[in-house]
């Protein structure tokens, strides 16, 4: 395996580093760079390695991951480019929502190999889902060590960067949609009088959840099939699911995904591709 820096060391990047330890990657091929001395002093107890300043950590791998927040990209490409780090040997990983490969190359002032990876935060329990694309700098060996990466905390797909933003709205939000959906049930449940602390509901719906979204996956049925199979006529599922039709959700979240989509359109242009 090559080595990696770690360009910030905020919850997204902890999750990869600690998905990748978790995998036994060696500790001793990973470094961290934070602005913040004392967020990255807290990774040597794990055995990663802790640059000093941001040119020490560009130079010190092949790999460098960029997990800082997008209005901070400019200002940290900049530096990097006027570092003296030898951008021609290194392989940038971005995994900021709406920022491009050529974005990246821009902001550096070069022509860049650079994946673009959309991950999502359940990647820190090892159960993420990270869509990822290169641009033609990147070589297909590279491509698949960064894939290996991400898949030590969940999987991986790979798509033409036109669909980075759009897949934002299926893998990198969703997680939210769901904690929306569930909290929405615990409140009813207990408007409703529901004798149950509210973590014990909680997590009964949690299971639930869980156990639906494993049921369909190892069904090979689809969503519907699996919804007709769960209603009886006038019973209770139907009724419920009648108000779901209804009030037309379904249009709702088609709704609330594009919202998302277009979000991270404008924040492309904002960014100049």
Do not use: W
């Not at 904690?179 to 149950?196: N, T």
């Not at 007709?228 to 995904?257: Q, Y």
């Amino acid at each position: 395996m090559k080595t990696i820096t770690f360009i910030g060391t905020g919850n997204m990047a902890s999750a990869i580093i600690n998905g990748m330890l978790n995998a036994d990657y060696s500790a001793g091929i990973i470094t961290v760079y934070d602005k913040f001395a004392e967020k990255a002093a807290a990774f040597t107890e794990r055995g990663v390695n802790v640059a000093p300043t941001l040119a020490d950590a560009c130079n010190a791998s092949e790999f460098i991951l960029l997990a800082v927040k997008p209005q901070n990209y400019a200002e940290v490409l900049a530096e990097i480019a006027g570092s003296g780090t030898d951008i021609n040997k290194k392989v940038f990983i971005s995994i900021a929502a709406g920022i491009s490969t050529e974005a990246v190359s821009k902001m550096l002032g070069h022509s860049a190999a650079v994946v673009r990876c959309m991950p999502n935060t359940p990647l820190q329990i090892g159960h993420g889902v990270t869509a990822l694309c290169k641009n033609a700098a990147v070589s297909d060996e590279d491509f698949e060590l960064v894939r290996a990466i991400f898949n030590s905390a969940g999987m991986t797909l790979s798509l033409d960067e036109s669909q980075l933003n759009t897949v934002i709205c299926a893998n990198g939000s969703s997680p939210a949609y769901f904690y929306y959906f569930i909290d929405a049930m615990v409140r009813s449940a207990k408007a409703q009088g529901l004798e149950c602390d509210d973590k014990t509901l909680l997590e009964a719906i949690c299971r639930t959840v869980i156990g639906s979204a494993e049921m369909l996956m190892a069904s090979g049925k689809t969503p519907a099939e699996l919804i007709r199979a769960v209603t009886s006529p006038n019973g209770t599922t139907e009724r419920a699911m009648n108000i779901f039709l209804a009030e037309k959700t379904d249009e709702t979240i088609d709704r609330a995904m594009r919202a998302c989509t277009e979000r991270a359109e404008e924040m492309s242009k904002s960014f100049g591709a």
